[in-house]
């Protein structure tokens, strides 16, 4: 009977520990070098928000206030924006919260943006979603390249539509390896089934597994490739593919050894 006591504190322990966590933003800063780069520049990078009523009061707030602490040369959105399943129903008072609260972001190059899989979730409210981003001004990269100057260097930014619910389109013609080239899918298992030259991959969807036992194994990976894109860093070849924990949560308000985390990339000359 003891022990029974004792395996039901634990589970009360680590219930409180996964509904705090969740509510927690950490800053992981990621160092990147390449002899493309001509200086110094710092991107964020923010995926997975899942922005609902869930999320603590002024929590997406302090979130926009933590990355303007960064003096970001430029901001990108890495899909899942609201906490939308398939069969939620929208909310239009949701959506007007959350990007009034992005609207806020300061960035000196803008905000880039690429859609994930709960995008299409929406179903015919995605168009709104997509005026209301335009209305902002964040420029949504959809099987799109945008070239972009940040001091004396050129960086290519390409992204792709959501791999599984959207229709992926990008060819080696839209790299040029005289330029730093930035490859934007929600979906880090992009980067396994596109054989595709780039310097830097970011993606997210996988939430560090959200339910992650000491960041060894997560049950449930959204992945077709087990646990690796748990992980943040990952290799392919010479480029490096940063696969972000993200903000929210899926299905459940709960995290377990996977931090929510803003992806500042800080970006310098080899």
Request: hydrophobic share 40%; charged share 20%; proline share 1%.
């Amino acid at each position: 009977m003891k022990l029974l006591y004792i395996i039901i504190f634990m589970l009360f322990i680590g219930l409180v520990w996964s509904l705090l966590e969740a509510q927690v933003v950490r800053i992981n800063t990621i160092n990147f070098r390449s002899k493309k780069v001509n200086n110094r520049m710092k991107i964020v990078f923010l995926s997975d928000l899942h922005y609902g009523d869930y999320y603590f009061k002024y929590r997406l707030k302090n979130i926009v206030n933590k990355v303007n602490s960064l003096n970001a040369d430029l901001v990108i959105l890495g899909g899942d924006y609201l906490f939308v399943e398939k069969n939620t129903k929208f909310r239009r008072a949701i959506l007007d919260k959350f990007f009034e609260e992005i609207s806020m972001i300061k960035s000196k190059h803008g905000i880039v943006a690429v859609l994930g899989n709960h995008e299409y979730y929406l179903g015919k409210n995605l168009e709104l979603l997509l005026e209301t981003m335009e209305d902002q001004r964040i420029n949504l990269l959809k099987n799109k390249t945008y070239s972009l100057d940040i001091g004396n260097t050129t960086i290519l930014l390409h992204g792709v539509d959501d791999l599984r619910n959207g229709q992926v389109q990008i060819s080696d013609s839209q790299i040029n390896d005289q330029y730093l080239n930035i490859i934007i899918s929600h979906n880090p298992d992009f980067f396994e089934e596109y054989n595709i030259n780039f310097d830097i991959g970011l993606s997210g969807h996988t939430h560090g597994g959200q339910i992650n036992f000491f960041g060894l194994y997560a049950p449930v990976t959204e992945s077709n490739y087990g646990q690796k894109f748990i992980k943040t860093i990952n290799t392919k070849g010479n480029s490096t593919i940063i696969t972000s924990k993200g903000i929210g949560c899926s299905t459940l308000p709960i995290r377990f050894f996977a931090t929510p985390e803003i992806i500042e990339l800080v970006v310098d000359k080899e």
